[in-house]
């Protein structure tokens, strides 16, 4: 069986993410880490055959956890992930590269081409001059958290809306979505909300 490792520390669009892949592409195992060092620790175990990983992480850059990682899994194929826009020399050094908040079906296309390709550690390995990873900062507001949440909450919705179908005739499995999913998704939309209403209260404070 092969795994698939995803190493975000937005844990709500980690989880819907590894539901809509457990769910829809069959002989895998789906495994979250939320951290680079959580990413070391379960990959050592697990040997995933493709890491999708969030390019900022709390303890590092996710550009530098995947070849890491390659070194010792020169097979793994990469997916990198960000909210900002991605830095140009990410594209084509990876298996590929996606801007939150992204379609599940792109997502779900691209892991399922990862999962019937072989990559060359050659590929893998390929290093960049220092300081290019790193992506432009943002004015304003953290954009990167904005669209990191907001994936998240896309992703979440996607799911319910799968769920509800599927269990459209099962009344307790509808109330067990409304009482887990639905009041998740409901905090993160609070939480955009006010992120929202402070921005315009800065932007309204800075015209004064």
Same mark, same amino acid.
């Given at each position: 069986?092969?795994?698939?490792? +995803? ?17 829809? +592409? ?6 979250? =880490? ?6 070391? =620790?379960? @990959? ?10 969030? +390019? ?15 070194? @010792? ?16 020399? %990410? ?14 079906? %792109?997502?779900?296309?691209? %892991?399922?081409? /990862? ?5 060359? /550690? ?5 290093? &960049? ?12 507001? &953290? ?7 907001? /994936? ?5 919705? *996607? =799911? ?13 499995? +509808? ?26 209260? *800065? ?6």
């Amino acid at each position: 069986m092969k795994t698939v490792l +995803i190493v975000d520390d937005n844990t709500t669009l980690a989880y819907f993410t590894a539901r809509s892949l457990q769910k829809n +592409i069959q002989g895998i195992e789906v495994i979250t =880490a939320v951290s680079c060092r959580e990413a070391r =620790a379960k @990959s050592a175990g697990k040997s995933p055959s493709v890491v999708i990983v969030d +390019i900022k992480l709390p303890d590092g850059s996710g550009l530098e956890l995947v070849r890491e990682l390659s070194e @010792s899994l020169p097979q793994m194929r990469a997916i990198v992930v960000s909210g900002n826009e991605l830095p140009r020399n %990410v594209y084509g050094r990876f298996f590929g590269s996606l801007k939150k908040p992204y379609g599940e079906e %792109v997502l779900l296309a691209l %892991v399922r081409r /990862a999962l019937d390709q072989d990559l060359s /550690a050659a590929a893998m390995s390929r290093r &960049d001059p220092p300081g290019q990873d790193r992506p432009a900062p943002s004015s304003g507001y &953290d954009r990167h958290h904005v669209r990191n949440r907001f /994936a998240g909450l896309l992703a979440g919705l *996607r =799911a319910l809306q799968g769920d509800l179908k599927a269990q459209a005739d099962d009344p307790p499995a +509808i109330r067990r979505l409304a009482e887990e999913d639905v009041e998740r998704l409901f905090g993160i939309a609070i939480e955009l909300a006010d992120i929202v209403k402070q921005n315009e209260k *800065r932007q309204r404070g800075s015209h004064e």
